[in-house]
């Protein structure tokens, strides 16, 4: 079940009956002081529970009073030093009042006062809805599910703005939580027929905004598409192109999206690789479970969709997810086989298991025939980027300053972080063969880097910037999860770009 999140209907210090019920949540910083202005009654309160409890403010450290026949429940949650809130900090807090609140109550009211900035109230917002997320459709005995439903937020803040910024993350969570799904979906059930049926049924709910194409095999042999096929051809599956049209600006005039084609979009790109066994290149067995989140990019292109047809931001904008499942077979690439892609272009294929670059440079050129003013794309490329940067950031790279600017704000305000990475000619030579034109591998050093360079080679001359999302879009340990990052990067990523284009 989803956490709810509303503001409360006045900025009233009273707690109606209702509330009263509810479990108090009160930040309270190191000082001891709470942040929120609370009504004598319910201010008395907390100083007596917080010197009971000799509750000190630390950040993330937190303090729960049970409900008793007189008294409500009550929570009270540190947040360090004020000047030192940040997204971090933020993300935390979410986490402690997460985890005390889930099995304990089904309604808590959340004192804010004013120490939010609207950014910050968002990044707070997100994390909490986030943490709400439970994925159970396999379990065949319903576990004790969390109880917490609702949360009431008091906070003095301009409320118009507040609101705006709820509705917004309403969107990004909707997006983010399919992401989610779809990354946690077995390989079994999300191949890459699956992916494309779930942006036809994106289309169906929004036919007003989207249009959904998908590219089969056959079209690709007739468009080229060789390097493609030389991934999706090891597998009984179909490989698929899924290509999603998103026009909020012929929503806006009242126009059929089907009527209007696409000019200058803005093209967004997922690898959607549904299972990666390394084809005839073959991964070791351990861990390989975890190549199913091979598709968190087009997930998160899926999930973007998503958030963008809740938001209705007045855009254009091309999603595309390139669907395959990576096998062995008779019928599977050799490693050594040479391949021409779409735009002319002769691959060697020294390595099977580098099949993500092979699907999505023969996407990004077909993408380019929309004329794209920005093309991004995603994928979870390489095991060199979690070595290099973990899971905390994604890493990007750019042929233009612009695009890196316009992220890195993005990437502030959602506090879904990435980091610039480097993308100098030297690198290159790496992909060099003697062969053909390329080879799919670069060697060692740089793994992150020439997997970029080699998608580089198939971007003409467009604003354009690949991410690695292969330690952020999934999380490891004891709970293997989709995270949907990065949901919340694009989206605010677009939104500013709604914003320029006004
Ligand atoms: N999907 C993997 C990358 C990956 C590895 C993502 C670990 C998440 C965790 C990708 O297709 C892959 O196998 N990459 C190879 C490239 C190499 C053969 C050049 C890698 O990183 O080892
Ligand atoms: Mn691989
Ligand atoms: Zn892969």
Redesign the pocket.
């Known amino acids: 079940m989803a956490l709810t999140l509303t503001l409360a209907k006045s900025t009233a210090q009273k707690t109606d009956k209702k509330s009263k019920n509810a479990c108090q949540v009160i930040l309270m910083d190191e000082q001891g002081t709470a942040l929120a202005p609370l009504s004598d009654e319910l201010s008395a309160d907390v100083a007596a529970f917080s010197d009971a409890s000799q509750f000190k403010g630390k950040l993330a450290k937190s303090a729960l009073r049970y409900a008793t026949a007189e008294q409500s429940a009550m929570l009270l949650v540190g947040i360090g030093e004020r000047h030192k809130l940040n997204g971090n900090a933020l993300q935390k807090i979410a986490k402690v009042i997460y985890s005390q609140l889930a099995d304990l109550t089904k309604n808590a009211t959340l004192w804010l006062g004013g120490i939010l900035q609207a950014e910050q109230f968002g990044q707070l917002t997100l994390a909490l809805m986030n943490q709400g997320y439970c994925f159970e459709k396999y379990k065949s005995k319903a576990s004790d599910k969390p109880t917490l439903s609702h949360i009431v937020i008091h906070a003095t803040n301009a409320q118009d703005d507040l609101q705006a910024v709820l509705d917004f993350n309403n969107a990004i969570n909707q997006g983010q939580s399919l992401a989610r799904d779809l990354a946690n979906e077995p390989p079994n059930v999300c191949y890459p027929a699956y992916l494309a049926e779930q942006a036809q049924v994106l289309a169906a709910m929004y036919p007003d905004l989207l249009t959904v194409k998908v590219v089969g095999e056959k079209d690709m042999e007739k468009l080229g598409m060789n390097c493609f096929l030389a991934v999706s051809r090891g597998s009984e599956r179909e490989g698929q192109l899924v290509v999603m049209e998103y026009n909020g600006q012929a929503a806006k005039s009242g126009k059929k999206a089907k009527k209007t084609n696409l000019t200058n979009p803005i093209a967004i790109l997922g690898k959607g690789?549904t299972f990666?066994t390394?084809g005839i290149?073959l991964?070791p067995s351990a861990g390989m479970g975890?190549?199913k989140?091979?598709m968190g990019g087009a997930a998160a292109v899926l999930g973007m969709v998503k958030a963008l047809c809740e938001a209705r931001l007045p855009l254009q904008v091309v999603g595309a997810m390139a669907c395959a499942e990576?096998m062995p077979s008779g019928r599977a690439t050799r490693p050594g086989d040479i391949v021409t892609a779409m735009n002319g272009k002769t691959v060697e294929i020294l390595?099977t298991?580098?099949?993500?670059r092979l699907v999505l440079c023969d996407s990004l050129v077909y993408l380019q025939r929309y004329q794209p003013k920005v093309m991004l794309d995603m994928a979870?490329?390489?095991?060199?980027m979690?070595v290099a940067l973990g899971s905390v950031r994604t890493g990007v790279f750019s042929n233009d300053e612009d695009v890196i600017f316009d992220l890195e704000q993005a990437s502030d305000s959602a506090y879904d972080r990435i980091w610039h990475m480097p993308l100098d000619e030297d690198y290159q030579e790496q992909l060099n063969s003697n062969m053909a034109d390329m080879q799919n591998?670069?060697g060692m050093p740089a793994?992150s880097i020439t997997?970029a360079c080699f998608l580089s080679r198939f971007v003409d001359d467009i604003p354009w910037a690949h991410m690695d999302i292969?330690?952020t879009a999934w999380q490891t340990g004891k709970e293997p999860s989709g995270t949907g990052r990065p949901v919340p990067l694009l989206m605010h990523y677009l939104q500013r770009q709604a914003l320029a284009a006004k």
């Open positions: 690789i990666d390394g290149s991964k975890e190549m989140f091979d990576n390595n298991d580098a099949e993500g979870t490329l390489t095991g060199a979690v591998i670069g793994g997997a292969a330690g």
